[in-house]
């Protein structure tokens, strides 16, 4: 049967493209490809053990803790197919941080890979009663062994179902549960629906015209939301998902023409990087079609050297957080013509995709800042979120409906101007302490209070540092008090923090410095870092 596409489903472009190309390659992982039927076939199987073991509450999720395999894509699928959300967990994370995403998203199953099983007994601790599949192993006795209070499933009970239909959703269940770095010191799960995606994948495919030739680059973690382009985007075109080595994803350069990419999709660091190492001749990815970046202010010296090296294709810079679903304005290189339209060395962030809308706030509400005025932008439309994972309070902080309309607008915390005669938006910074390292978003009262419960200090405060002018690279934390044995405390919480937002540095400070309003001077403590430097 063929799944009806009146109501939104996340699963439905896969689907599509299994019918119309099943023998092409829908992804390729270190050489081997597999074509989209035996993705699908692998999808169901793991679709129909999670029907046939997981009952199915009010918005059910399952996780798939796994990182560029073929048991991440079909888990992923698999667990779409069945009708459920997916929960990505990052493999390279603490196991203290995975559980406590685990935990919290209440998922019943959890799918686990080759590069992920290694972490799971320490991420299982003090759990039990979950469903655990290993689609990459086929002895069920050893490990149900090894996690005797779970039920554990391998290759050997995922059977093939006689007949596979579309799972009954409705455009506001959730496609995907993403956690982002959370201001209290736990991260917070954004809860992106069926509807949100769909009107994101229209609007890319619409734009871009993608087709069954195109070859996808897969630069980001699956915990990072802008994969889901790398991979529903290449399936609803019928296209294939490229997936680099673990060496290709700083220097991508022969990645990109080995793979034989013809769309690439990264942040903004990996061209600034790129142009540092003197990777960017000109006309080398001559067979790049689209050229997109993501996730972190895009400089522009970096986005004219790309596209001299990509010279066939287009360059366009997205911009959207992770409650916008993916991105939702763009702007579209133009030569020198954006070399003059770049502020400060940043190419712009352009205008909102069609059904979105855009309002620059002058103030804490909804008054629309003057013309080249500054101001908070806050964004409505069919992508934003349904809010955070169990946390109404912060759902109603972020997500806000507009006196006169009712509309609710999301508050991005980004800074933003309307460029000169309003032709398009030039990013300025942050409202708020929530910076970006290499395109992930970090909010420093994370690493504040990790910092403070690891050294009992009054207070912390974090700032990002270093910085220069291709954006911050890492995090300085200044502690009140004295700070004994600064090693032993970064290395405590690298248990507790991903690796790129472990503090580079810990400095003692007798009291910090107050600006007018009292409160902490974050301008002058970063001021003091510049003048070391």
């Given at each position: 049967m063929k799944p009806a596409t009146t109501t939104p489903w996340m699963g439905r472009g896969?689907?599509?493209?299994?019918?119309?190309?099943?023998?092409?390659?829908?992804?390729?992982?270190?050489?081997?490809?597999?074509?989209?039927?035996?993705?699908?076939?692998?999808?169901?199987?793991?679709?129909?053990?999670?029907?046939?073991?997981?009952?199915?509450?009010?918005?059910?999720?399952?996780?798939?803790?796994?990182?560029?395999?073929?048991?991440?894509?079909?888990?992923?699928?698999?667990?779409?197919?069945?009708?459920?959300?997916?929960?990505?967990?990052?493999?390279?994370?603490?196991?203290?941080?995975?559980?406590?995403?685990?935990?919290?998203?209440?998922?019943?199953?959890?799918?686990?890979?080759?590069?992920?099983?290694?972490?799971?007994?320490?991420?299982?601790n003090g759990m039990d009663g979950l469903v655990l599949i290993f689609p990459e192993h086929d002895d069920t006795d050893d490990l149900q062994?090894?996690?005797?209070?779970?039920?554990?499933f391998?290759?050997?009970?995922?059977?093939?179902?006689?007949?596979?239909?579309?799972?009954?959703?409705r455009a506001d269940d959730i496609a995907y549960l993403l956690f982002t770095s959370g201001s209290t010191g736990n991260p917070k799960g954004v809860m992106i629906s069926h509807a949100n995606i769909d009107h994101f994948l229209n609007a890319m495919m619409?734009?871009?015209?993608?087709?069954?030739?195109?070859?996808?680059?897969?630069?980001?973690?699956?915990?990072?939301?802008?994969?889901?382009?790398?991979?529903?985007?290449?399936?609803?075109?019928?296209?294939?998902?490229c997936c680099p080595q673990d060496s290709d994803l700083l220097l991508p350069a022969d990645y990109i023409q080995t793979s034989r990419l013809s769309v690439w999709f990264s942040v903004p660091s990996v061209a600034v990087l790129s142009l540092r190492l003197r990777q960017l001749e000109p006309g080398r990815f001559d067979k790049l079609k689209w050229n997109l970046f993501c996730g972190e202010a895009l400089p522009s010296d970096a986005a004219s050297a790309w596209a001299t090296a990509a010279s066939n294709g287009v360059l366009e810079n997205l911009y959207g957080p992770t409650e916008l679903t993916?991105?939702?304005a763009l702007y579209r290189w133009n030569g020198s013509a954006s070399l003059e339209e770049s502020h400060n060395g940043i190419v712009p962030i352009g205008s909102p995709y069609p059904g979105m809308q855009a309002l620059i706030s002058?103030?804490?509400?909804?008054?629309?800042?003057?013309?080249?005025?500054?101001?908070?932008?806050?964004?409505?439309?069919?992508?934003?979120?349904?809010?955070?994972?169990?946390?109404?309070?912060?759902?109603?902080?972020a997500f806000q409906p507009h006196p006169e309309t009712g509309v609710i607008y999301y508050r991005t915390g980004d800074l933003v101007r309307r460029s000169a005669h309003d032709k398009h938006m030039e990013y300025v910074g942050r409202v708020d302490n929530q910076i970006k390292i290499h395109g992930m978003?970090?909010?420093?009262?994370?690493?504040?209070?990790?910092?403070?419960?690891?050294?009992?200090?009054?207070?912390?405060?974090?700032?990002?540092?270093?910085?220069?002018?291709?954006?911050?690279?890492?995090?300085?934390?200044?502690?009140?008090?004295?700070?004994?044995?600064?090693?032993?405390?970064?290395?405590?919480?690298?248990?507790?923090l991903p690796?790129?937002?472990?503090?580079?540095?810990?400095?003692?400070?007798?009291?910090?410095?107050?600006?007018?309003?009292?409160k902490i001077d974050r301008k002058a403590l970063l001021a003091s870092l510049r003048r070391k430097d």
């Open positions: 896969f689907w599509n493209s299994t019918q119309k190309y099943p023998d092409h390659p829908a992804v390729e992982i270190n050489g081997v490809s597999l074509s989209y039927l035996e993705l699908f076939s692998r999808a169901k199987k793991i679709a129909h053990l999670l029907t046939r073991e997981v009952p199915s509450p009010s918005q059910p999720l399952t996780a798939v803790f796994a990182a560029r395999s073929a048991s991440a894509f079909a888990g992923i699928l698999g667990t779409l197919f069945r009708g459920h959300g997916y929960v990505p967990l990052n493999p390279k994370f603490p196991a203290e941080r995975t559980q406590h995403m685990l935990k919290a998203s209440g998922c019943a199953a959890i799918i686990v890979d080759r590069n992920a099983q290694p972490l799971l007994k320490e991420t299982l062994a090894e996690y005797p209070t779970h039920r554990v391998t290759s050997t009970d995922l059977a093939e179902p006689e007949h596979w239909v579309q799972p009954e959703t619409y734009r871009y015209q993608f087709d069954q030739h195109d070859r996808f680059s897969h630069m980001f973690d699956l915990v990072f939301d802008l994969s889901v382009f790398d991979l529903f985007m290449a399936w609803e075109a019928g296209g294939c998902v993916l991105a939702c002058a103030d804490d509400g909804f008054t629309p800042a003057s013309a080249g005025d500054e101001g908070e932008l806050l964004m409505a439309g069919p992508q934003v979120a349904l809010g955070y994972w169990n946390d109404p309070e912060k759902t109603k902080a978003r970090v909010e420093l009262g994370e690493i504040e209070a990790t910092i403070k419960a690891l050294t009992n200090a009054p207070r912390v405060v974090a700032v990002g540092w270093p910085a220069d002018a291709n954006g911050i690279s890492g995090v300085t934390c200044f502690v009140e008090g004295d700070v004994k044995d600064s090693a032993q405390i970064l290395q405590s919480a690298k248990s507790r690796a790129y937002m472990v503090p580079k540095k810990l400095i003692s400070v007798a009291d910090f410095p107050l600006n007018s309003n009292g």
